[in-house]
């Protein structure tokens, strides 16, 4: 904790188009606190590994910025698609090499898990997702969806405390 109580919490939803983040300030054991949020973006038409350099560029001011105590992120999930599923490896391992350079501790959560955390159970939709972050935070507005899934991501982190979930 680096502020009295105060345990700043940075959630990450990889993607090598989209990183979505949210951070929350978690104050004593209960109490959390909406920071911010946002989609880092890298231009769909550039090759992947000048997409990758350009989220962990935006993920590096980001944290030099918002100096968060602990990363919260997705956990790579398989799907059919085994190109996708490489790409998201990519982007959590970018991820996990920026948190890492600054010694941050990264601790990853499956999708379900999020979801059962957030809504109560494990097969939430985005549209559920959002509301209840909205709600949860007091927020004016949902978040855009990729910004909303990494303040789930940090709220789950948040409440379970991810002890013995580090990567």
């Known amino acids: ?17 989209r990183l979505g983040y949210g951070v929350v300030d978690r104050i004593g054991n209960a109490k959390l606190s909406y920071v911010e949020c946002g989609v880092i973006s890298a ?20 944290l030099d910025e918002l100096a ?19 790409a998201l490896g990519e982007a959590r391992g970018v991820a996990l090499f920026v948190a890492g350079d600054r010694g ?11 979801k059962r955390t957030i ?10 997702v959002a509301f209840l972050v909205r709600a949860l935070l007091t927020m004016r507005r949902a978040p855009e969806a990729d910004a909303a899934d990494a303040l789930a991501i940090a709220i789950c982190h948040a409440r379970l405390g991810g002890a013995n979930l580090r990567l």
């Open 68 to 86: 968060p105590d602990e990363v919260a992120m997705e956990q790579a999930f398989y799907g059919k698609n085994v190109q996708a599923t490489l």
């Open 43 to 62: 231009p769909p038409r550039q090759p992947r590994n000048q997409r990758l350099l350009t989220i962990g560029r935006g993920l590096c001011e980001l």
């Open 1 to 17: 904790m680096s502020v009295a109580g105060r345990t700043r919490i940075l959630g990450i939803d990889p993607g090598t188009l």
């Open 104 to 114: 941050l501790p990264v601790v990853g959560y499956a999708p379900a898990r999020v």
């Open 119 to 128: 809504v109560g159970h494990g097969r939430a939709s985005k549209a559920q």
